[in-house]
């Protein structure tokens, strides 16, 4: 890829935020992901479904720019970033969680904050940690307050992250994300670790994040009711191929599905 910056495109409502054109990820004699096609429009919520082994995640490092494509290309904003570094692809506007949570552990939960929105700010982590910068560092702190509140952990931001609950360290990685300020929000697995309680209340809080945070959301999730009462529309993957795209009235219903994923 050349080294010219890119600039994402003003996004328009309805039209497509990512696409994705013949995507595939060999590992040697292995293909993760296979010649994968679908698009992703500005403002839903669009879950991505299958069994383990599928390539959900595969997926997901294509789209953010940990692993890069063996084919295929990914548009977002009408601009090609196909094989880009992640912390371009961050800075674009693409944020994610993960499958396995990456918090710094020993850090408290407004300074795991904060570590994001530094990318962010022209002042930098050294700058605003060393007192430079002092009026961006005060906005700093001030909206990595407002993102733990949000996720409902404001009352716990001296604590070490590794303290938490797994629940409540997913919705620490959230506000983390959040932090990168992104157009388009990536959650692989956010309900991993959640009890039945925390599940219920995961839906209203993403709608709402979507809603002010005015974001287009993927999410990567095994509870399926959890996706069909989520998501605007469902993509699945099996063996690294997508079987069904669609509204999820729809993808239940299909033979394809049923048979690799859902059962009778």
Known sequence: MTGVPLMAAPL?????????????RRFGGLIAVNDVSFEVRRGEIFGLIGPN??????????????TPPSSGTLTYAGQDITGQPPHRVAALG????????RLFRVLSALENVKIAQHARTTSGLISGLSGRDRAEERLVTERAWALLDLVGLSDRAGEE?????????????????????????LLDEPAAGMNTSEKGELTGFIRRVRDEYDLTVMVIEHHVPLVMNLCDRVAVLNFGQLIAVGDPATVQRDPRVIEAYLGG
């Open 53 to 66: 082994g599928a390539g959900k995640t595969t997926l997901f490092n294509l789209m953010t720019g940990l």
């Open 94 to 101: 693409i944020g994610r969680t993960f499958q396995n949570i």
């Open 161 to 185: 992250a590794g303290n938490f609950s797994y629940g409540d360290q997913r919705r620490l990685e959230i506000a983390r994300a959040l932090a990168l300020q992104p157009r388009v929000l």
């Open 12 to 24: 328009m409502a309805a039209e497509a935020v990512l696409q994705a054109s013949g995507l595939t």
